[in-house]
């Protein structure tokens, strides 16, 4: 388990041991050219791609972290003038507070909001 969880550092030594000063020298006195090690390199990159997460599972992840680090609670109560357009225009009924009465607090929660727009649906 241990070897399989640093698979691309070794495949990294590989790879930096291939493009070492020393063996480009005897590579170029033998041969006449340098090597660029393609094998080294490609086992390299193909490791690493294949930690890094899709695309698609890149947006799934950041999208269930910022809906954990939402409060789930309205920053401001609704008027009333706004809640009796919100139920004219849409059909919704959004959570509102009477003048002077605090509901546990200065705010309202989406759950509230969510179960009296439900609720008015008919859901």
Same mark, same amino acid.
């Given at each position: 388990?241990?070897?399989a969880e640093h698979s691309c550092l070794h495949?990294? +030594? +590989?790879? @930096?041991?291939?493009? @070492?000063?020393?063996?480009?020298l005897r590579m170029y006195y033998r041969e006449?050219? &340098?090597?660029?090690?393609?094998e080294f390199l490609f086992r390299f990159t193909d490791c690493? +791609?294949?930690?890094?997460?899709?695309?698609?599972q890149q947006v799934q992840r950041r999208e269930r972290e910022r809906r954990?680090?939402?409060?789930?609670? &309205?920053?401001?109560?609704?008027?009333?003038?706004?809640a009796d357009?919100?139920? +004219?225009r849409y059909g919704i009924r959004p959570w509102t507070t009477p003048r002077?009465?605090?509901?546990?607090?200065p705010l309202? $929660?989406?759950?509230? $909001?969510?179960? $009296?727009t439900t609720e008015d649906v008919g859901a």
């Open positions: 388990a241990r070897r495949r990294f +030594e +590989e790879f @930096t041991a291939c493009m @070492t000063p020393g063996r480009q006449g050219r &340098h090597e660029e090690c393609p690493l +791609e294949s930690k890094i997460p899709s695309r698609q954990q680090q939402l409060p789930g609670k &309205h920053v401001w109560p609704f008027r009333q003038e706004y357009e919100a139920l +004219e002077g009465a605090s509901p546990g607090g309202g $929660t989406v759950a509230s $909001t969510v179960r $009296t």
